[in-house]
């Protein structure tokens, strides 16, 4: 991996865990409107919508670790949508757990 792929993959890594670890859990617990206020949900639903379904059945843990950086990307788009939009939250959040039913 170049030292610059590096980086860029990092910058990613730690924007993601940003929005699920900080962001949007103190978000979700003063917005009711939010299914979920668990960071591991976040990310449950955000890699989920990543890879069009459950997300370990296609890409090994930890997700961050063994994501493409177009993953990774998705997922920040996902979590940045349910920031700015947090109604979108319950529909990805369903989405999520029909992949979960059906696996």
Not at 37 to 59: L, Q
């Amino acid at each position: 991996m170049t030292n610059e792929r590096f980086h860029r993959r990092r910058r990613l890594v730690e924007t993601m865990e940003h929005l699920a670890e900080v962001e949007l859990p103190a978000q979700a617990k003063s917005d009711a409107r939010y299914p979920v206020t668990e960071d591991h949900c976040f990310k449950r639903i955000a890699f989920d919508a990543a890879v069009g379904r459950k997300w370990d059945a296609s890409v090994q843990r930890p997700f961050y670790r063994y994501a493409t950086d177009e993953q990774l990307a998705t997922a920040i788009d996902v979590l940045r949508s349910m920031r700015e939009q947090p109604d979108r939250a319950n529909a990805l959040n369903r989405k999520s757990l029909s992949y979960r039913r059906s696996s």
